[in-house]
């Protein structure tokens, strides 16, 4: 049972049971379409003529819409619909190697989209990534927010990019000067997070139903972020979730980005696996080898590929035992490039995984492979904006 937080705490008022029974209406219509106003009714036990006002309010704002549906005798019944253009969203991924903003509507669609160089001066950066969002709010002018994820601790209040550890940027005050430049609403969050909360709002119909979940994000580093309750776990300042750095053993094959041979992350990134492969294959420079030329690689057969991967899936499926015994969530979810390896690693992840937490006596929590493909990042920056649209929580 959850204690009450007097400092957030959103008393009763009628326009805050509105707004939340809105949002219940909208949410069925987004899940379940096309729907009729009974069935909500039926399912939410909010009274028809309350639905009724609801959906005309819905109506208005151009959020869904009305179709008929088949007759089965009698009158044809009226269905309702989100109407998934009627909003646009922004989203900008900002990555290591390339930034992608996409435009989007309100089912995740993307209809636009853009990838180039992140530039490593922050100034620089900034300004090529402003340039592309101003042209997509000029071509699509109903866009109704901006979601961005960065690689790096964001503040969750703020927005602000506290310190990206690749280009050793600090204190980017990106929603700010992102909002003060375009007027719209900004959401920022780092990338593991955001990819957590695509999962959440896009991703496959199973997890979509699943409250409490970790999303791993392997990639040159290794992020979590957990869903507890429904929404990303922040922890103080946005700092939850570092995961990655958690202390798995000795000797490591790479040293973290923070230069610890100890952490997960320097057993199980993408780093990790390609050093492990360099081992077995010490002819092979940097040049001619990348992480998903390696995954082609170990799919064509080739054995130090396959070892290097497998190698790494045991210590993944190490530090997901941790966090199951520690977390005990539902599901824990596998994403970035690796998840393109899963039928080469998804034995050996699972049997470590429940070899691991055997002691505990806990059941071990069923891991999956993400969907939402080479994406994965983008579809989180989406869902920034996409989750304040949808979620349950009334508008400061
Ligand atoms: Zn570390």
Do not use: N, Y
């Given at each position: 049972m959850r204690r009450i937080n007097l400092k957030k705490a959103n008393v009763a008022r009628a326009d805050t049971i509105r707004y939340i029974n809105r949002q219940i209406v909208l949410n069925y219509v987004r899940e379940k379409e096309p729907i009729s106003r009974a069935e909500?009714?039926?399912?939410?036990?909010?009274?028809?003529?309350?639905?009724?006002?609801?959906?005309?309010?819905?109506?208005?704002?151009?959020?869904i819409y009305e179709t008929e549906g088949e007759s089965t005798g009698g009158r044809p019944p009226s269905l309702l619909r989100l109407r998934a253009a009627g909003y646009m969203t922004i989203g900008a991924d900002v990555g290591t190697a390339q930034t992608t903003v996409a435009v989007a509507?309100?089912?995740?669609?993307?209809?636009?989209?853009?990838?180039?160089e992140t530039n490593p001066d922050v100034t620089v950066a900034y300004r090529r990534l402003l340039l592309c969002i101003q042209k997509f709010i000029k071509t699509y002018p109903n866009v109704e927010g901006i979601g961005a994820c960065v690689p790096g601790l964001v503040d969750p209040e703020t927005g602000t990019a506290l310190f990206i550890p690749h280009f050793k940027w600090r204190n980017w005050a990106i929603a700010n000067d992102l909002h003060e430049a375009t007027g719209l609403p900004v959401t920022v969050d780092n990338d593991a997070n955001a990819a957590a909360l695509a999962e959440l709002w896009l991703g496959r119909p199973e997890i979509r139903d699943v409250r409490d979940f970790i999303l791993v994000l392997v990639e040159e580093g290794l992020g979590t972020g957990i869903i507890f309750d429904g929404q990303v776990y922040q922890g103080v300042a946005g700092a939850a979730g570092e995961f990655g750095h958690m202390t798995i053993g000795n000797g490591a094959p790479v040293a973290c980005a923070a230069g610890s041979e100890h952490c997960w992350e320097a057993f199980a990134s993408e780093r990790a696996t390609l050093a492990r492969y360099k081992q077995r294959r010490p002819s092979v420079t940097d040049s001619e080898i990348t992480f998903n030329k390696l995954i082609d690689n170990a799919f064509a057969r080739d054995q130090a590929?396959?070892?290097a991967l497998l190698e790494t899936a045991r210590y993944l499926g190490l530090g997901i035992s941790n966090l199951t015994k520690g977390l005990s969530p539902e599901a824990v979810i596998l994403a970035g490039d690796i998840?393109?390896?899963?039928?080469?690693?998804?034995?050996?992840?699972?049997?470590?995984?429940?070899e691991n937490i055997l002691c505990s006596g806990l059941p071990?929590?069923?891991?999956?492979?993400?969907?939402?493909?080479?994406?994965?990042?983008?579809?989180?920056?989406?869902?920034?904006?996409?989750a304040r649209k949808f979620a349950s929580v009334v508008p400061a």
């Open positions: 909500i009714s039926h399912e939410t036990l909010l009274q028809r003529s309350t639905v009724s006002l609801i959906v005309d309010e819905l109506k208005t704002q151009g959020l509507d309100l089912v995740g669609r993307v209809v636009d989209k853009e990838v180039f590929a396959k070892e998840a393109r390896a899963w039928p080469l690693i998804s034995d050996e992840l699972r049997s470590t995984v429940a071990s929590a069923p891991v999956f492979a993400s969907t939402l493909g080479d994406d994965t990042r983008l579809m989180g920056a989406l869902s920034l904006v996409l």
